[in-house]
Structure formats: structure tokens, C-alpha cells
């Protein structure tokens, strides 16, 4: 079916990027239409230092900006694992030839706005970005959905896969599509999806994992807000945030337990 009859108005991702989301992107194009990124500049490891500091303290910020670290160098080493998660699973990773990119400084800035007014989208679909603001949500055009790497409200925030498979909680290593508001993945729930984490698999390919078994997802709620028939549901669980571990905790619950 052609994009202008079956979507009329525009699908806007709001991102910072990285090869999870590019397959999320480029999987809504082929199955619902033509999808406009807007694509931020992700914060500063000094930014987010500080930021963490503020609210957590800096023994525990300093922490997790070791995992943090440590993820990334883990990264390049096995990236041979993540290049065969993206194969087994068939993820197209990189933006494709004539993407439509609007680079903005931040999510949550002015610029970001304007961007999303002007194309006026029947959906904006937020995918590893900062907190848009009350007052910004305030001004959007259309529903405004996030797709969060976790099943909310039990495991909101940084790393949901990975503290569901360290908590000994694996059928809730999954994910969540939900209203956006002002809060942390506090939104109302659209859609959940659960799988499972495979050998071999790390902090560092989890989102890789959890992409692949949560297309399908993305596309319905996608719809449904294209639609005009979004429905939220309560899964009847408890409500925490959580933030990335610390290099003493991932360490010692990795040597512990065997989850990396």
C-alpha cells in the first residue's frame, strides 16, 4: 500500500542514535511508511557525570560511569558477538541512502520542537533520547510514544534487560512501548513484548537482542496512534527506577551469577 494512503501524516523517531535504533527505524519504514529522525547530540560524559552526581552522589556517579566505560571497551571486544546477533536476526544497523535527518543539539531544545511543528507527524516515537519536559510535551502536535528497553513500570530507567536478568527475573526480560509524560518510563503502558537473552549475550548486545523481538511492537502501537485507537493497559507490577550498576556491582554479580 502506498505511504500517502495508508499514512498521511508523518512518523517522526526522535533519537540519539546507535545501531538498535537504526533497525527499529528502518523496520517501521518498510512496514508502516517513511519515518523523518530527528537526531540529537548526545550529552557529554562530563555532562552526564555531573548530572548523576547531583542526584545520586559521586561514589555512586563514579561508578557507574566505570560500567559505563567498561561496557563500551566491551563493545569492541566482542563486537563479533554483536555482528552475529545482528545476522541471526536480520537487523538492518546503519541509516539508509536518502534518510530524512534533521540534526538538532538536544531533544528537549527549541530546535527539536520547531523540527517536529514543521512536519506536523501523526506520531513521535522517542528511541534512546533525553527526557522531553513537561512543557515541551505540552506543545506537541500528536501523541508522543517511547519505546524503553525494559518492562516498565518494574524496570524503569537505564538497562531494564539487564537488571531483570541480574535480579534471578528472566520472563521479564522484555520490553515497552508507552505514553510519554513527565515522569521516568512512568507513561501509561501500550505495549509489552518479552524474549529471551542468548550465550553470549552482555549489557553491551542486550539492546541489540531486545530490538530484534520488539518490532513487532513498535509497528503496532505505531498504528494504532496513527489510528486514533491507543489503549493503555496496568501490568499489575511494582514501579522502580534504575539507574546503570556500578563497575563493583556489574563485576561482582558477573563473576557471581555468570550475567554479564
Same mark, same amino acid.
Given at each position: 500500500?502506498?505511504?500517502?494512503?495508508?499514512?498521511?501524516?508523518? !512518523?517522526?523517531?526522535?533519537?540519539?542514535?546507535?545501531?538498535?535504533?537504526?533497525?527499529?527505524?528502518?523496520?517501521?519504514?518498510?512496514?508502516?511508511?517513511?519515518?523523518? /529522525?530527528?537526531?540529537?547530540?548526545?550529552?557529554?560524559?562530563?555532562?552526564?557525570?555531573?548530572?548523576?552526581?547531583?542526584?545520586?552522589?559521586?561514589?555512586?556517579?563514579?561508578?557507574?560511569?566505570?560500567?559505563?566505560?567498561?561496557?563500551?571497551?566491551? $563493545?569492541?571486544?566482542?563486537? @563479533?558477538?554483536? *555482528?552475529? /546477533?545482528?545476522?541471526?536476526?536480520?537487523?538492518?544497523?546503519?541509516?539508509?541512502?536518502?534518510?530524512? !535527518?534533521?540534526?538538532?543539539? @538536544? *531533544?528537549?531544545?527549541?530546535?527539536?520542537?520547531? *523540527?517536529?511543528?514543521?512536519?506536523?507527524?501523526?506520531?513521535?516515537?522517542?528511541?534512546?533520547?533525553?527526557?522531553? @519536559?513537561?512543557?515541551?510535551?505540552?506543545?506537541?502536535?500528536?501523541? /508522543?510514544?517511547?519505546?524503553?528497553?525494559?518492562?516498565?513500570? $518494574?524496570?524503569?530507567?537505564?538497562?531494564?534487560?539487564?537488571?531483570?536478568?541480574?535480579?534471578?527475573?528472566?520472563?521479564?526480560?522484555?520490553?515497552? /512501548?508507552?505514553?510519554?509524560?513527565?515522569?521516568?518510563?512512568?507513561?501509561?503502558?501500550?505495549?509489552?513484548?518479552?524474549?529471551? @537473552?542468548?550465550?553470549?549475550?552482555?549489557?553491551?548486545?542486550?539492546?541489540?537482542?531486545?530490538?530484534?523481538?520488539?518490532?513487532?511492537?513498535?509497528?503496532?502501537?505505531?498504528?494504532?496512534?496513527?489510528?486514533?485507537?491507543?489503549?493503555?493497559?496496568?501490568?499489575?507490577?511494582?514501579? $522502580?527506577?534504575?539507574?546503570?550498576?556500578?563497575?563493583?556491582?556489574?563485576?561482582? $554479580?558477573?563473576?557471581?551469577?555468570?550475567?554479564?
Amino acid at each position: 500500500m502506498a505511504a500517502s494512503q495508508s499514512n498521511p501524516r508523518p !512518523i517522526v523517531v526522535v533519537t540519539g542514535g546507535g545501531q538498535h535504533v537504526w533497525a527499529m527505524i528502518n523496520d517501521i519504514a518498510d512496514r508502516v511508511g517513511p519515518v523523518s /529522525v530527528v537526531l540529537e547530540t548526545p550529552e557529554s560524559k562530563k555532562q552526564l557525570l555531573l548530572g548523576r552526581a547531583r542526584r545520586q552522589g559521586w561514589v555512586s556517579a563514579m561508578g557507574q560511569l566505570g560500567t559505563m566505560v567498561l561496557s563500551r571497551l566491551g $563493545k569492541r571486544v566482542l563486537a @563479533s558477538h554483536c *555482528a552475529q /546477533v545482528i545476522a541471526e536476526e536480520k537487523l538492518e544497523v546503519e541509516p539508509r541512502p536518502g534518510q530524512a !535527518i534533521i540534526r538538532v543539539a @538536544s *531533544a528537549n531544545g527549541p530546535e527539536c520542537l520547531k *523540527a517536529i511543528q514543521n512536519l506536523q507527524p501523526g506520531v513521535v516515537l522517542l528511541n534512546g533520547c533525553r527526557l522531553i @519536559s513537561k512543557e515541551m510535551l505540552g506543545k506537541m502536535p500528536c501523541p /508522543v510514544l517511547n519505546y524503553h528497553a525494559g518492562i516498565t513500570p $518494574k524496570y524503569r530507567g537505564m538497562n531494564g534487560g539487564y537488571w531483570a536478568l541480574v535480579s534471578g527475573d528472566a520472563q521479564n526480560f522484555g520490553t515497552t /512501548v508507552h505514553l510519554v509524560d513527565a515522569g521516568v518510563d512512568t507513561g501509561g503502558v501500550l505495549k509489552q513484548a518479552r524474549g529471551k @537473552s542468548k550465550k553470549g549475550d552482555t549489557i553491551s548486545s542486550h539492546a541489540l537482542r531486545q530490538t530484534a523481538f520488539s518490532r513487532d511492537i513498535c509497528v503496532e502501537a505505531i498504528n494504532d496512534a496513527l489510528a486514533g485507537r491507543l489503549t493503555t493497559f496496568d501490568p499489575g507490577l511494582p514501579s $522502580k527506577q534504575w539507574y546503570h550498576p556500578t563497575i563493583w556491582f556489574y563485576l561482582w $554479580k558477573g563473576i557471581r551469577t555468570g550475567v554479564w
